[in-house]
Antibody, heavy 119, light 107 residues
């Protein structure tokens, strides 16, 4: 059974950065695609970017380019998402999601990490 | 970027009804489309992948179809637990996009 466990809630100041972790188990970490998705209060799902650890590179949605970095540590099967230059519009629940190579669609999700931006 | 237009944004229906939600892609995505169900406070749940493949453990009343760039999620007979928000997701390239979501409400 694949499990993704995310780090805990964060409260950040405007202009600062946040790093959310996503520890996976039960999958094939290196070949799985790990996506990051966020959902602002009362809004829909917003896909942010994806990384396949074995390839070592990440793809990001244009609107986050320059502010987002997705990384992965294969030794601990943990993915990370860092977002810089935070504003109130970044207040959201952030999810990691894993897609196995066999189906390519994310089939397992983390529990979500609430990030609140407040001065 | 590939844009998905999902409709309707809200759907009111009764128990036992057959309902459909549509997602139209701005360009060809082959069959690289998935459907998710989301309930408040919970992570999205994969229902359908590759346009019409039912994810393991998902009830057979859920089905997906495809016609060119138009994709449809159908629920054949609504059950109480089906009232939720549904999203489509395209993953044809490594720049995924979600549809805007459809809130399925009890009439």
């Amino acid at each position: 059974q694949v499990q993704l466990v995310q780090s805990g809630a964060e409260v950040k100041k405007p202009g600062s950065s946040v790093r959310v972790s996503c520890k996976t188990s039960g999958g094939t970490f290196s070949s799985d695609a790990i996506s990051w998705v966020r959902q602002a209060p009362g809004q829909g799902l917003d896909w942010m970017g994806v990384m396949i650890p074995m390839f070592g590179t990440a793809n990001y949605v244009q609107k986050f380019q320059g502010r987002i970095t997705i990384t992965a540590d294969a030794s601990s099967s943990t993915a990370y998402m860092e977002l810089t230059g935070l504003t109130s519009e970044d207040t959201a629940v952030y999810y990691c999601a894993r897609a196995p190579a066999s189906i390519a669609a994310p089939d397992s999700w983390g529990q979500g990490t609430r990030v609140t931006i407040s001065s | 970027d590939i844009h998905l237009t999902q409709s309707p944004s809200t759907l009111s229906a009764s128990l036992g009804d057959r309902v459909s939600i549509t997602c139209r892609a701005s360009q060809s995505i082959s069959t690289r489309l998935a459907w998710y169900q989301e309930k408040p406070g919970k992570a999205p749940k994969l229902l359908i992948y590759d346009a019409f493949h039912l994810q393991s453990g998902v009830p057979s009343r859920f089905s997906g179809s495809e016609s060119g760039t138009e994709f449809t999620l159908t629920i054949s007979s609504l059950q109480p637990e089906d009232f939720a928000t549904y999203y489509c997701l395209q993953y044809n390239t490594y720049l995924y996009t979600f549809g805007q979501g459809t809130k399925l409400e009890i009439k």
